[in-house]
């Protein structure tokens, strides 16, 4: 009875060993995440099998592939986005995610980081050269200490900002419309202003939908009743964006089959 338990153990190991994800240690480096690099190995896999061109997968076979929850998944994608490893675009309807790999920043990173792995990684991996939070700068009249918060806050403001004028155009729309049905709403500053259009930009950069597909949806969710009453910011219209974009296509459809014209 053992020896049969030994047998079917076995044959379970095998089948298990049948579908290995081939994973490369310098992707996790070079991304400075675990699971960035496996889902990077997963993603040149699957680019080489289709003669290096784009290919598309859903989130749920890349989870079921991967082992990965839904929110491993998603953080890693951002993760590739941000460094520009990857492109991910939302094409057709319903719409899919296909994948474009760009393989000279993958090449350009990994010579990088054997030069200096503190360029990718961020940090040093040696904690006796951990700098203290509070740094020293030496000028010529005196040392002057910055503290975390003021280091923080040069950052900020030393930060790219990442958004075009489409996302401006696109973001001022939403606003505009939004002041029109509610005017005594608060007027935005500038930083604020700001920060909607890279969060607008971030629909494209990161979520992958082209303009012409965004600025469509921002039109329906600002005509019609239910979610002109909702969408009163780019943050919301970015965590609607799906939701919106299904019903848009839904108003698409029902327009054409009824041939409603707008006049």
Not at 37 to 66: P, R
Not at 149 to 162: D, S
Request: glycine share 4%.
């Amino acid at each position: 009875m053992e020896q049969k338990i030994n047998i079917k153990l076995t044959e379970l190991f095998n089948a298990l060993n049948e579908k290995i994800i081939a994973y490369n240690s310098i992707y996790s480096k070079i991304t400075g995440s675990i699971t960035a690099g496996v889902l990077l190995s997963q993603i040149l896999y699957w680019y080489k099998k289709m003669n290096n061109k784009e290919f598309y997968k859903t989130d749920a076979n890349f989870c079921e592939e991967l082992g990965m929850g839904l929110y491993e998944l998603k953080g890693a994608k951002k993760k590739l986005v941000e460094l520009e490893i990857i492109t991910i675009t939302r094409k057709g309807v319903p719409a899919k995610s296909y994948y474009e790999v760009n393989i000279n920043r993958i090449i350009t990173l990994i010579t990088s980081y054997g030069k200096n792995p503190q360029l990718v990684m961020g940090k040093t991996h040696n904690k006796s050269e951990e700098k203290p939070t509070t740094i020293t700068e030496n000028t010529t009249e005196n040392n002057t200490k910055i503290t975390y918060k003021e280091k923080e806050n040069i950052k900020e403001k030393e930060k790219p900002i990442r958004y075009n004028l489409k996302d401006k155009e696109l973001a001022d729309y939403i606003f505009t419309e939004t002041k029109k049905r509610y005017p005594f709403t608060k007027d935005k500053t500038e930083k604020q202003m700001e920060k909607e259009y890279e969060e607008m930009n971030r629909i494209h950069r990161l979520d992958g939908f082209e303009y012409d597909v965004i600025k469509a949806v921002a039109v329906f969710s600002q005509e019609d009743y239910f979610w002109q009453q909702n969408i009163r910011s780019v943050s919301k219209f970015r965590i609607k964006f799906e939701e919106l974009l299904i019903k848009a296509q839904a108003e698409i459809k029902r327009r054409e089959k009824y041939k409603i014209i707008e006049i």
